[in-house]
T-cell receptor, first 115, second 113 residues
Framework: AQTVTQSQPEMSVQEAETVTLSCTYD???????LFWYKQPPSRQMILVIR??????QNATENRFSVNFQKAAKSFSLKISDSQLGDAAMYFC????????????FGKGTRLHILP | NAGVTQTPKFRVLKTGQSMTLLCAQD?????MYWYRQDPGMGLRLIHY???????AKGEVPDGYNVSRLKKQNFLLGLESAAPSQTSVYFC????????????FGPGTRLTVL
């Protein structure tokens, strides 16, 4: 069965600095999708970035980028120039490309931004 | 577009009471999901639906029932609420291949006394 592990329950970073959140996953599939979701105090789940496993190029969305290491089954999220609004719970998620499959979420990393 | 909406946003129940949570989406998504979120547990899938009239069990289905009578709506029912069902409930929807991920509702905070 596929699993997603986020080994850092909480992290802190100084405002304007860079922080990396870790995520590893276990799968025997060769093609799949990976996602990072952000959940701010408002509780709303927001998709931050996604990566298709067949693409070697790491995805980037403004200040957010990923380091996708397929062989190591690692999918870390880098946030550059951290802002107070980045404070949230971040969830890593995995989904097979199989039609109709479900997303599997990690347990989350709570990110604190220090002013 | 409203996206995914959930009704109600908050609810307090007494043990043994029943209630239904309503989820609605206007994105014409085939797939809909119900999750619960508890501290330190992340999101756990309760039930999901791959189309109108079809439902399936997720990771933690016990104590819950669901119905998908219309494509845009997905109902989550608690027949006899228990304190262990105190949680935040999220509904989500997606296209079948889910390339854009899942779209989430704002959540419902349920407290069972």
């Amino acid at each position: 069965a596929q699993t997603v592990t986020q080994s850092q329950p909480e992290m802190s970073v100084q405002e304007a600095e860079t922080v990396t959140l870790s995520c590893t996953y276990d799968t025997s599939e060769s093609d799949y999708y990976l996602f990072w979701y952000k959940q701010p105090p408002s509780r709303q789940m927001i998709l931050v970035i996604r990566q298709e496993a067949y693409k070697q190029q790491n995805a980037t969305e403004n200040r957010f980028s990923v380091n996708f290491q397929k062989a190591a089954k690692s999918f870390s999220l880098k946030i550059s120039d951290s802002q107070l609004g980045d404070a949230a719970m971040y969830f890593c998620a995995y989904r097979r490309t199989t039609y109709g499959d479900k997303i599997i979420f990690g347990k989350g990393t709570r990110l604190h931004i220090l002013p | 577009n409203a996206g995914v909406t959930q009704t109600p946003k908050f609810r307090v129940l007494k043990t043994g009471q029943s209630m239904t949570l309503l989820c609605a989406q206007d994105m014409n998504h085939e797939y809909m999901y119900w999750y619960r979120q508890d501290p330190g547990m992340g999101l756990r899938l309760i039930h999901y639906s791959v189309g109108e009239g079809t439902t399936a069990k997720g990771e933690v289905p016990d104590g819950y029932n669901v119905s998908r009578l219309k494509k845009q709506n997905f109902l989550l029912g608690l027949e006899s609420a228990a304190p262990s069902q105190t949680s935040v409930y999220f509904c989500a929807s997606s296209s079948p291949l889910g390339l854009k991920g899942q779209f989430f509702g704002p959540g419902t905070r349920l407290t069972v006394l």
